[in-house]
Nanobody, 124 residues
């Protein structure tokens, strides 16, 4: 599976952005897809994930503000980010793998396929 993340940009606190993760090849419809984010000097942090079934998982820090969704026909996963805060500033990566078990969805090492990352900057 090849992944292409897009939609990043610069917004003010309280604003919104919608990230997209476009997939090609592989068995996307059976894959779990996740978003992680990373700031310099820190480990990649789990943000959210969606199973092939549509079941979703969120980090506590984004619950109620971010929404992940998928369109298997278009091979896309979306991350709608509302009420953005400066601490949401990071490079956001999408990741996919069809072998991830539910207990490991929040672990970056569970995913073999990664997009290139898209930068989100939130100013106060």
């Amino acid at each position: 599976v090849q992944l292409q993340a897009s939609g990043g940009g610069s917004v003010q606190a309280g604003g919104s952005l919608r990230l997209s993760c476009a997939a090609s090849g592989g068995t996307f419809s059976r894959s779990a897809v996740a978003w992680f984010r990373q700031v310099p000097g820190k480990e990649r942090e789990f943000v959210t994930a969606i199973k092939w079934s549509g079941h979703t998982f969120y980090a506590d820090s984004v619950k109620g503000r971010f929404t992940i969704s998928r369109d298997n026909a278009k091979k896309n996963v979306y991350l709608q980010m509302n009420s953005l805060q400066p601490e949401d500033t990071a490079v956001y990566y999408c990741a996919a793998d069809e072998r991830v078990i539910q207990s490991a969805l929040r672990l970056a090492r569970s995913y073999d396929y990664w997009g290139q990352g898209t930068l989100v900057t939130v100013s106060s």
